[in-house]
Structure formats: structure tokens, C-alpha cells
């Protein structure tokens, strides 16, 4: 004779299979979890790093452009013409310099850093110019009641200077009116010895303007 089980046993075991089936999803979901955890946890963390070696460097950058020293001068032009007596014009040029770097730069000044270049004609839609008139001299540099001024300009960081010239035009045409100047700082002569620069070579800054001076001015 055959022993069938009681239906009490039966739910029993069906209470726990279905407690079995259970547990196990959970256990599923807590590792698709954990999983899902650690992945993002990974992804931030390396992010994280990622960021902060991108802020280190640029920090360490900051620190050295603001440790290196670099003198950046920089040159305006400005002309102005006024009419004289006799049909002539009389031709103000003021010079400034900015040094926005930060270390000091030595500006040469010499008789030809300020040329006046006429133009002769045009040729082929191109300005063909005569000879180049030197007028640096145009600014007083003799012996005053302060001081003595040199040929050569030092600019401080962060200060400007302006220079002033005048020269009297006779005749009317187009004008170059060009500032050059050669520069030198300890920037400069490291940059040069590492980019292997010949001595001979030298770093300037200026400033070109055209002006017109008019018939009968």
C-alpha cells in the first residue's frame, strides 16, 4: 500500500521551494547591484583621477609661468599733423611701451630706431618706398637739470614709457612711419640659447603707422 503525502506537507514544501526561489533572486539583485556598484564606483574613481591629474598639471604650469621670468614689451604708434607756416606739416610721433611681462627689458634707442619712408609710387598695386629718413635724433636726449638720458630704455614690469618726436614734412605724399627697436632681457638670452638662436640675431618690438600729408597743408 502506497503512502501519499499529506496535503499539509506538500505546502510545506511548496512554501519552501517559493522561500528558495526568493532568496535566490534577492541574491541575484544584491550582485547585479554590487556589480553595478563596483562599475561606477571604477568609472568615478578613475574620472576623479583623470580630473585631478589635469588640475595638478595645470596648476603646475600656473606656478611656472609665474615663477619664469619674461619681459613682454609691446609698442603703440600714434601720429599726429599739424599745418605750419610756408606749406609744410609738422609731424608729431608718440611712442608707447608697455611691459605686461615680469621681468625688466633693456630697449635699444639708437638714431635709427624711428624711421619716416615715403612712398614713391605704386607698381602693380604695390608701394615702391624711397629711402628710409632716420629721426630718432628728433627726441631730446642731451643733459638735463635731473638727469642724463642714454640710448637705451629699461622697462620694469607692469610700467609703460612714452616716447615723444617731432619732424617737420616739406612734402606731401604717403608716409611710413616706423618704430624698431631691439630688446634685451635674461628671458630673451635663455630663449635663445635653447632654441640654439645666433648670437647675431636679435628679438625687437615696434610699431608701423602710414600717414598722409596733404597738398598746400
Known amino acids: 500500500m502506497t503512502r501519499t503525502p499529506s496535503k499539509k506537507t506538500s505546502q510545506r514544501r511548496s512554501h519552501w521551494e517559493l ?40 596648476l603646475i604650469k600656473e606656478l611656472q609661468l609665474k615663477t619664469e621670468l619674461s619681459a613682454h614689451v609691446g609698442a603703440t604708434l600714434a601720429t599726429h599733423l599739424k599745418p605750419t607756416e610756408g606749406g609744410s606739416s609738422l609731424l608729431e610721433v608718440g611712442v608707447t611701451l608697455s611691459n605686461s611681462g615680469n621681468d625688466i627689458a633693456r630697449l635699444n634707442l639708437d638714431r635709427r630706431v624711428l624711421s619716416i619712408i615715403k612712398v614713391q609710387r605704386f607698381e602693380a598695386g604695390l608701394p615702391v618706398y624711397g ?8 627726441r631730446y636726449d642731451g643733459l638735463s637739470s635731473t638727469l642724463w638720458v642714454f640710448p637705451y630704455l629699461d622697462i620694469g614690469p607692469s610700467e609703460s614709457y612714452e616716447l615723444k618726436y617731432v619732424v617737420k614734412l616739406d612734402e606731401p605724399g604717403l608716409y611710413l612711419v616706423r618704430f624698431l627697436s631691439r630688446m634685451k632681457s635674461d628671458h630673451i638670452e635663455r630663449h635663445k640659447l635653447k632654441m640654439s638662436t645666433p648670437s647675431i640675431i636679435e628679438y625687437s618690438t615696434g610699431a608701423d603707422a602710414f600717414i598722409t600729408v596733404p597738398k598746400g597743408a
Open 131 to 138: 629711402p628710409a629718413w632716420d629721426v630718432a635724433t628728433a
Open 19 to 58: 522561500l528558495q526561489i526568493k532568496v535566490g533572486v534577492v541574491a541575484s539583485l544584491l550582485s547585479l547591484v554590487g556589480l553595478l556598484c563596483v562599475g561606477g564606483w571604477t568609472v568615478w574613481v578613475t574620472y576623479y583621477v583623470k580630473q585631478d591629474s589635469q588640475l595638478s598639471a595645470l
